[in-house]
């Protein structure tokens, strides 16, 4: 079994910056692609980005690119969601996943495990 355990939210101001861990256990991370999505109150669940299991193909959604950046360290069985000049369309709980098939999808149903997710608010 696969656990995902996020950190790192709360809240910030407008153009602020955050980053969220998420801490993989139970077999080993470098297995897994990885993907951020998040949901905002009264939403779906949203991509927001994704890297592959090496780290060497990520993919962001059009909303973040350019103020998010994603990252892993594998030895370290933990992923990374860097979060610049913040807004607050970007409050939701942001949610890890991992993925055995590798390659970093933006399709919730490619991911098999789950963390509980992380709230993050951005005050205007």
């Known amino acids: 079994q696969v656990q995902l355990a996020e950190s790192g939210g709360g809240l910030v101001q407008a153009g602020g910056s955050l980053r969220l861990s998420c801490a993989v256990s139970?077999?080993?991370?470098?297995?897994?692609?990885m993907g951020w999505f998040r949901q905002a109150p009264g939403k779906e669940r949203d991509f927001v980005a994704a890297i592959n299991w090496s780290g060497g193909t990520t993919r962001y959604a059009n909303s973040v690119k350019g103020r998010f950046t994603v990252s892993r360290d594998n030895p370290k069985n933990t992923g990374y969601l860097q979060m610049n000049t913040l807004k607050p369309e970007d409050t939701a709980v942001y949610y890890c996943a991992v993925d055995s098939g590798g390659w970093g999808s933006s399709q919730a149903a490619e991911y098999e495990y789950w963390g509980q997710g992380t709230q993050v608010t951005v005050s205007s």
């Open positions: 139970g077999r080993p991370f470098r297995d897994y692609a």
